[in-house]
């Protein structure tokens, strides 16, 4: 019997993290499964560990890269490569990347054919994502006390409610199952991840939420989407570009109006530049002007980043202002000046 569902992890590095990953997919109590490990030029350790999970169960399938996929330049280059070969390989009707720093509630892939089993409509479907530690310990509990959206939702009401920063998904756009052959359909894994997925697939059909079924998120150090923002790098603008024009947004979502096609294709490029707006103040604030400069030079006289990244620094004001007395080395006289005028 073909496996309905299709879940794969790509792995470099981090192998504790690995080991915990897999192992949440192998403990599903939905068994109709297949796990498609993606070896991206691993490590040594990590594809010893690799070996062994394959080995040990027979729903576990192996794409093996000689060589990293992987640039600094380029660093979403392992989705167009890796993501898509395990795209291609998939038997499963339905298809899920989990990272190989994050795990699984036992019952998320019950939880989500369950969705696509009750709803034909159900194109798309995702769980409740909730933070840990590095140690996989939750960080702050979500609360379940009010649904954050529906059951089930016309995917493009969803797409436009974050689109405008409101509530409905308060997770990457990444966490969704969808159907497999409509990504092939769509063009595959674009390098614009979350974007690629929430505004050219999930819009063209409804979409479920369960929020008993949990995508455990890893935050730590080593974590890259963190080592990039540092570095400065602005490549997810160029990114962006290319999945407005390659996947033909404004065209597809013409079925939901001509005006309304024109404000997506406008509103997510601008998303963009207010997110490099508010990373860049983050960067300065913590007196990392090597950063904010590679992303000021970017982003040229870009409107939309500056007023972000002024509005997000004033925010930030006391965090420069206890950055740079650090750094100064003045940082203790000052709380013992504080201490002594209150005292």
């Not at 395990?86 to 369950?114: K, Q």
């Not at 509990?141 to 939702?153: G, H, L, N, Q």
């Not at 689109?163 to 990504?183: E, H, W």
Request: hydrophobic share 45%; charged share 25%; aromatic share 12%.
């Amino acid at each position: 019997m073909a496996p309905i569902f299709s879940i794969f992890i790509d792995a470099y590095h981090g192998a504790t993290f690995f080991q915990q990953s897999a192992r949440s997919v192998l403990d599903q109590s939905y068994t109709n499964f297949e796990l498609i490990i993606v070896n991206n030029g691993a490590l040594y350790e990590v594809s010893q560990e690799i070996d062994k999970i394959a080995k040990a169960d027979e729903r576990v399938r192996v794409i093996n890269f000689k060589i990293n996929q992987f640039t600094w330049d380029d660093p979403h280059i392992v989705v167009d490569k890796c993501w898509n070969a395990a795209l291609r390989a998939a038997r499963g009707e339905y298809i899920f990347h989990l990272s190989y720093d994050d795990f699984l509630s036992p019952n998320f892939l019950e939880r989500m054919i369950a969705l696509f089993d009750e709803n034909p409509r159900c194109t798309s479907a995702s769980g409740m994502m909730e933070g840990v530690d590095i140690h996989g310990n939750v960080i702050a509990p979500v609360k379940d006390e009010k649904p954050m959206r529906p059951k089930f939702m016309a995917g493009h009401k969803l797409a436009l409610d974050t689109l405008k920063g409101g509530g409905m998904l308060v997770a990457a756009g990444d966490i969704f199952v969808v159907r497999t052959k409509d990504l092939i359909n769509g063009g595959g894994y674009h390098r614009a991840i979350e974007d690629s997925i929430l505004f050219g697939i999930i819009p063209f059909g409804e979409t479920g939420f369960d929020s008993t079924a949990k995508l455990y998120w890893r935050r730590h150090e080593e974590q890259l989407n963190k080592q990039l923002n540092a570095a400065g790098w602005l490549g997810y603008i160029d990114y962006t570009k290319s999945l407005i024009k390659e996947w033909c947004i404004e065209e597809k979502w013409q079925q939901f109006g001509g005006d309304l096609a024109k404000h997506v294709a406008y509103q997510l490029l601008k998303k963009e530049w207010h997110t490099a707006g508010a990373q860049a103040a983050a960067n300065l604030s913590e007196i990392n002007v090597l950063g904010f400069y590679r992303m000021a030079y970017v982003a040229g006289l870009n409107r939309f980043f500056w007023r972000t990244f002024l509005q997000q620094l004033w925010l930030k004001r006391r965090q420069l202002a206890s950055c740079v007395l650090k750094k100064l080395g003045l940082h203790e006289f000052f709380i013992r000046l504080l201490k002594s005028k209150n005292s």
